[in-house]
């Protein structure tokens, strides 16, 4: 069965850092594409970071919603089964619950795609919350 949980998230101040993972089960982190996603109360959910499947490092691709770019980093611990989103220079407008998704579309696809992406992937963590708040 494919499953995949979220951890990490918490309460940090603004220009501060955290760092998300996502664990794998069921499925090898190199076989699905991995999104990262957010909601906000009141909002659309984003996709915010996604990390394509692929044998190794030279295979990968990378997308990075243009909010995140610059501040956000996708990788992904083949032997831990795990892809973390390390968040930087956090601002009060990334609080929201933060969910790991997989099995859907490549990264490559995302720039043009309009609406949710979200809406074509099958297996979602429960979410972990991360507030910037001063």
């Known amino acids: 069965q494919v499953q995949v949980a979220e951890s990490g998230g918490g309460l940090v101040t603004p220009g501060g850092s955290l760092r998300l993972s996502c664990i794998a089960s069921g499925f090898g982190v190199n076989i699905f594409t991995i999104g990262w996603f957010r909601q906000a109360p009141g909002k659309e959910r984003e996709g915010v970071a996604c990390i394509n499947a692929g044998r190794s490092n030279s295979e990968l691709s990378i997308y990075y919603a243009n909010s995140v770019k610059g501040r956000f980093t996708i990788s992904r611990d083949m032997p831990k089964n795990t892809v973390y989103l390390q968040m930087d220079s956090l601002k009060p407008e990334d609080t929201a619950v933060y969910y790991c998704?997989?099995?859907?579309?490549?990264?490559?696809?995302?720039?043009?795609?309009?609406?949710?992406?979200?809406?074509?992937?099958?297996?979602w963590g429960q979410g972990t919350q991360v507030t910037v708040s001063s």
């Open positions: 998704a997989t099995d859907g579309l490549p990264c490559a696809t995302w720039p043009s795609e309009v609406g949710d992406v979200g809406q074509y992937f099958r297996s």
